[in-house]
């Protein structure tokens, strides 16, 4: 997605070099992704439909493992740092466990009416009380039931206390957010971008050290949201458990196992190996090996609840999105347990 904005970027200046001084600060956009291990931050302008990418960032944050915040507002001001934020439109994304978004249909109705109706709905959905719940709803689009026209709505909510958490970063640095979106929204509009989407189903999976999610777009529109049981600080957890061998007991920290996981993941080889003197590479398989399959059961298992709640729809291909999806071997790995084009 990176190349891609890039070459759209230097292409559209290319051609409309003479547009520059119209690519003004009240066109200008900044989305900014507060992850568990780094800020991403990207800059760009629109105008005439198109996307102009000028700048992106992306730094990680160190924290000491005890209170995280200063170093998230460490990360945060150094992603910042040479982004024109005056006049700009600032959007957050906020993923956490208990962020949920949710489709359904109503029939049409007056706009009161009809929030009071998702309201009642929507509150069956989610984990917490709905008194705590910050949420919004979108119309993105009609369908027709029985002969009857009805709204398709996606509905998203999340914990007051967890958007409150988020804007304090913001607040403590004096930049005002124009506006917080889930993630499957920031996927959604990666998926109306791509040429093929408008004829497939697409299952994309969010791969972050905390949370991964997957979104199904069907017409390019959000039908299925869940979040799946294996992150990656999972499978980074998995390979620290403790191991005997004829070098003796061995425990890797979190760091080391970080590490080994990013450089080696599902390393093959045919003959076994050490791997900087403290982990075999057939070790590191067999630790990894049953988080991934884990992984992979709880993909197949919202296909299937997709499939019939949908009644039999199908996902032509599934996209990795995300730091965990750089894991080494996990494409082939999905690819060769799910069946489908990964």
């Known amino acids: 997605v990176k190349a891609w904005l890039l070459m759209r970027s230097k292409s559209f200046l290319k051609k409309h070099e003479a547009w520059w ?24 302008a629109g105008g005439s439909g198109e996307l102009v990418l000028l700048k992106i960032a992306h730094v990680r944050i160190e924290s000491d493992g005890k209170d995280p915040k200063p170093a998230i507002l460490h990360a945060l001001r150094g992603s910042l740092a040479g982004m024109d934020l005056k006049g700009a439109r600032i959007v957050a994304v906020v993923n956490c466990p208990q962020t949920c978004v949710r489709t359904m249909t ?30 919004d709803y979108e119309i993105t689009g009609e369908t027709v039931e029985k002969g009857v026209k009805k709204l398709n709505i996606t509905v998203a909510a999340s914990q007051r206390k967890t958007i409150d958490h988020l804007l304090s970063f913001f607040a403590d640095l004096g930049v005002n957010v124009s506006g917080i979106i889930p993630i499957s929204a920031a996927l959604q509009n990666v998926v109306q971008q791509m040429n093929s989407a408008p004829s497939e189903t697409l299952a994309v999976i969010e791969c972050g050290a905390s949370i991964t ?31 005997a061998s004829e070098h003796g007991k061995l425990q890797l920290n979190f760091q080391q196992a970080e590490e080994i996981k990013q450089k080696y993941g599902m390393i ?16 590191i398989l067999s630790l990894i090996r049953p988080k991934l399959e884990q992984l992979a059961g709880d993909i197949e298992s919202s296909l299937d609840f997709y499939r019939e709640e949908s009644h039999g729809g199908t996902v032509d291909q599934i996209l990795l999105f995300g730091g965990g999806a750089s894991l080494q071997g996990l494409v082939p790995f999905l690819n060769h347990h799910l069946g489908i084009r990964v």
Not at 107 to 114: I, T
Not at 227 to 243: H, N, P, Q
Not at 268 to 283: G, L, P, R
Request: aromatic share 8%; glycine share 2%; proline share 5%.
């Open 21 to 44: 001084p119209w690519l003004n600060q009240s066109s200008m956009v900044i989305g900014i992704d507060i992850g568990t291990t780094a800020v991403k931050v990207a800059q760009m």
């Open 106 to 135: 109503a029939p049409p109705m007056p706009s009161q009416e009809l929030a009071e109706a998702i309201h009642w709905e929507a509150k069956d959905y989610i984990s917490f009380p709905w008194e705590e719940a910050i949420w």
């Open 213 to 243: 999610e997957l979104n199904i777009y069907r017409n390019v529109c959000l039908a299925f949201s869940r979040k799946l049981s294996v992150a990656g600080k999972d499978i980074t957890e998995s390979l620290m458990t403790t191991l």
């Open 268 to 283: 093959a080889s045919e003959e076994d190996q050490w791997v900087e003197d403290k982990i075999s590479t057939s070790q």
